[in-house]
């Protein structure tokens, strides 16, 4: 189960959702680190890893049949998004709570703006919102979501279609990509609904956590704790800067504040595109270590 669990920068109680409140706890860093990211997208040629990802799904396509790995074409993927609340989240026996129609589809739209390069697309084919009694408390809401099995009667699809559940968690916790629990290997993903564009979360709330578990679910296993020890730490040199200065930590798979996570590395986009397709023609493609892959690439932060 790969886990996107941040502890975020800044001195702060949680707040209350929208619709429900979230329990208070004290954040560990105690700075708040102002600023704007100074990082922009970068144009890179492809590694050793990328052509390493070509070669593999081309030995797994067919003889003559389907697509090349690098043909541009845009992949369409269904996306079902899940609301889950508790009892107290929804005192008003509304239709919709935590989260409404308008916010979940601001959050798609992010998605598919991140996912552009990546020539993968998610279409949202349903919203549907539901009181359970049995959530896991708000700290560690997130952590054990994927454990409850009573998910998969809200799963909707086959396994090529992405679900999402969010949850009101904790501004400790952000987000959690793997199978739910007794599903036959249904993968899924759970948010933290104050994530969302516009949440409650402080650093975390442009809809970025999203896109990070998303690109798990195509795919991409966790580059090991570089990115985590290095981008969810301040900047030595600059502690007023929000953004730390390494490459990696503007990449979309970083542990960053979201206004800091605006880039793909051609390595990722090749093979979240193609583990997608495979997922489209009903295979079970290899994940990125499983095929062989490496982390980041040795000279990551030296290729302009």
């Known amino acids: 189960?790969?886990?996107?669990?941040?502890?975020?920068?800044?001195?702060?109680?949680?707040?209350?959702?929208?619709?429900?409140p979230v329990e208070e706890t004290k954040i560990k860093h105690n700075e708040t680190r102002p600023g704007r990211c100074q990082f922009k997208s970068a144009q890179l040629e492809p590694s050793a890893a990328s052509r390493t990802a070509g070669k593999y799904f081309s030995r797994r396509q067919s003889?003559?049949?389907?697509?090349t790995p690098d043909d541009g074409a845009i992949i369409q993927m269904?996306?079902?998004?899940?609301?889950?609340g508790r009892p107290e989240e929804n005192k008003d026996n509304k239709t919709q709570f935590l989260l409404d129609h308008k916010t979940i589809e601001n959050q798609v739209k992010v998605l598919n703006q991140d996912f552009k390069p990546v020539n993968v697309s998610f279409a949202l084919k349903g919203v549907d919102w539901t009181i359970k009694t049995d959530l896991p408390k708000y700290r560690y809401?997130?952590?054990y979501m994927l454990d409850y099995s009573s998910l998969k009667d809200l799963y909707k699809g086959d396994k090529s279609t992405l679900n999402v559940y969010f949850v009101n968690a904790s501004f400790q916790q952000?987000?959690?990509?793997?199978?739910i629990a007794k599903s036959g290997g249904l993968y899924a993903c759970a948010l933290n609904s104050n994530t969302v564009p516009g949440?409650?979360?402080?650093?975390?709330n442009r809809g970025h956590i999203a896109t990070h578990e998303v690109g798990h679910w195509l795919g991409i296993d966790p580059h090991s704790d570089e990115g985590l020890s290095t981008c969810?730490?301040?900047?030595?040199?600059?502690?007023?800067?929000e953004c730390h200065p390494s490459r990696r930590c503007s990449n979309y798979m970083s542990y960053s504040h979201d206004i800091c996570?605006?880039?793909?590395?051609?390595?990722?986009?090749?093979?979240?595109?193609?583990f997608a397709r495979e997922l489209k023609l009903g295979k079970s493609p290899k994940h990125w270590y499983d095929a062989g892959l490496s982390g980041w690439p040795d000279d990551f932060e030296s290729r302009q």
């Open 1 to 20: 189960m790969r886990l996107h669990f941040l502890a975020l920068l800044a001195s702060a109680v949680a707040l209350a959702a929208a619709d429900g």
């Open 63 to 67: 003889a003559g049949g389907g697509a």
């Open 78 to 84: 269904d996306l079902y998004v899940h609301v889950l």
């Open 141 to 143: 809401a997130i952590s």
């Open 174 to 179: 952000s987000g959690i990509e793997g199978p």
């Open 199 to 204: 949440g409650a979360s402080p650093h975390l």
């Open 232 to 241: 969810e730490k301040p900047d030595d040199d600059n502690p007023s800067r």
């Open 261 to 274: 996570m605006n880039s793909w590395e051609p390595d990722q986009v090749s093979f979240m595109h193609n």
